[in-house]
């Protein structure tokens, strides 16, 4: 095999005419890979994609070729896959505002041009879920756009309309297998790409806590009371130790090198990775 791409928590091999995506343990906070690894988490994301892929066929096909059939020691961590042309904008769906949606919204009145009602606090759930694309930044954050630039960069409206209809129906499958898991998706990333006869394929990985808000149904009410959500099933120990990490004695510039994360950080922070599985599979 040989290596193609490494990325900040995934690598991708050729293997003949299919790709081996290989999830890690690394962890990146602010764009910035840590020193520390989280346990599980690679294998963790792999297999909740499997999950998802398997079950989403009837809505959109996948790239997965083989979850099994990758090398020995990148066994639960990887999946054999076909290649895809990959469209050029991140593809995310929001039932509930929170985060980047919501600093948008504070500043508008809206989310990637989609205007919303006034008043909302965060944590907030919509009044219906909406589709809130925006660019791959090769380096820092990607970009909120809204629906007509990202049919400009995909060079085809109709197509842009199929990826935002797909992205929808694939949140609103999801969120209602979540619910009743006891689990809220408030937001997720989707990738998509083409195959060779040109039909609209689901890629990369779907659903995890990497790619996704996963919050616990208890305890979201109380939060939402007060304009805010419950702790997600992600990396948000990670995100809430650095903000009071001192580097030299000053807080983190967020800017490489990260300090290393202390044990508890690193146990509490795999036990959700590994939550959110056990919870959305049973």
């Known amino acids: 095999m040989k290596l193609l791409h490494s990325g900040k928590v995934r690598d991708v091999y050729a293997d003949g005419d299919d790709l081996v995506l290989v999830a890690s343990d690394r962890v990146s906070i602010y764009d910035v890979v840590l020193p520390t690894a989280i346990p599980d988490k690679g294998a963790v994301l792999t297999q909740l994609s499997l999950w998802w892929f398997d079950r989403l066929g009837d809505l959109v096909p996948n790239h997965v070729i083989s979850g099994d059939d990758v090398p020995p020691e990148f066994a639960g961590r990887a999946m054999r896959c076909r290649r895809l042309d990959m469209l050029p904008v991140e593809c995310v769906a929001r039932g509930y505002l929170t985060g980047g949606g919501l600093t948008d919204y504070e ?32 380096t820092g954050h990607d970009e909120a ?3 007509d630039t990202a049919a400009e960069l ?21 969120g209602e297998h979540a619910r009743e898991r006891g689990v809220i998706l408030a937001d997720t990333k989707f990738e998509f790409g083409l195959d060779r006869d040109g039909s609209l394929t689901l890629m990369d990985e779907v659903l995890t806590p990497d790619s996704s808000r996963f919050w616990p149904v208890e305890g979201y009410e109380a939060a939402a009371r007060v304009g805010g959500n419950p702790p997600s099933f992600d990396k948000q120990f990670v995100r809430d130790w650095l903000e009071q990490a001192r580097v030299g004695g000053q807080p983190w510039n967020k800017r490489a090198p990260a300090p290393a994360l202390p044990a508890e950080v690193v146990e509490k922070t795999a036990d959700k990775y590994r939550e959110a599985f056990e919870r959305l599979v049973g």
């Open 154 to 174: 995909v060079g085809d409206r109709d197509l842009m309309t199929r990826v935002r209809d797909v992205s929808i129906a694939l949140y609103e499958f999801a």
């Open 107 to 138: 500043k508008t009145g809206a989310v990637s041009g989609v205007t919303l009602p006034p008043g909302l606090v965060d944590g907030a759930q919509l009044p219906e879920p909406i589709f809130t694309p925006s660019t791959k930044a090769e």
């Open 145 to 147: 756009i809204d629906f």
